[in-house]
T-cell receptor, first 112, second 113 residues
């Protein structure tokens, strides 16, 4: 089955810096790669996703890049703000699958 | 527009007690999931359902049972709670399986003493 590795487990940055979280996946048939943000005391919420027919997707300060050859994808957050502090999860899945495979999460801390 | 609602939000159980966690979604989603979240372990799938009347085991099903009698509801039961089941439980739903966005509830924090 699919295996998703996520790094780092903890990331600490200063406000205004950029943050990058990386995930690798094992199943070359995977074609859907969402990123979820979990704020303290809440459930995860989708912030951005990418499908395998594109290499990059942006939404204001966040972007996701996908390298199908190397089987890795990354979340980029620019101009970080304290409200970006949260746990971020990546996931990977393929068409027809019932269960997404999640990474173990990255705790992002943005210091004012 | 409630999305996914979990009941209760907090609960303390004594070892050996039973309880049921309720998940309700109002988005007409076919797929529903129960996860547990423990420090450093990410989200681990307990059970899932691909439609009304169906259920299947996930990664960590032991000690839990589920039922999906109505499409909008997915119940998670603990027959005899153990301290190892102390965790935060999340329910999620999606329109058509893993290739679409998952919507999560707010979580249930369960402590077994």
């Amino acid at each position: 089955g699919e295996n998703v590795e996520q790094h780092p487990s903890t990331l600490s940055v200063q406000e205004g810096d950029s943050a990058v979280i990386k995930c690798t996946y094992s199943d070359s048939a995977s074609n859907y790669f969402p990123w979820y943000k979990q704020e303290l005391g809440k459930g995860p919420q989708l912030i951005i996703d990418i499908r395998s027919n594109v290499g990059e997707k942006k939404d204001q300060r966040i972007a996701v890049t996908l390298n199908k050859t190397a089987k890795h994808f990354s979340l980029h957050i620019t101009e970080t703000q304290p409200e970006d502090s949260a746990v971020y999860f990546c996931a990977a899945s393929k068409g027809g699958s019932y269960i997404p495979t999640f990474g173990r999460g990255t705790s992002l801390i943005v210091h004012p | 527009n409630a999305g996914v609602t979990q009941t209760p939000k907090f609960r303390v159980l004594k070892t050996g007690q039973s309880m049921t966690l309720l998940c309700a979604q109002d988005m007409n989603h076919e797929y529903m999931y129960w996860y547990r979240q423990d420090p450093g372990m990410g989200l681990r799938l307990i059970h899932y359902s691909v439609g009304e009347g169906t259920t299947a085991k996930g990664e960590v099903p032991d000690g839990y049972n589920v039922s999906r009698l109505k499409k909008q509801n997915f119940l998670l039961g603990l027959e005899s709670a153990a301290p190892s089941q102390t965790s935060v439980y999340f329910c999620a739903s999606s329109y058509s399986g893993a290739n679409t966005e998952a919507f999560f509830g707010q979580g249930t924090r369960l402590t077994v003493v």
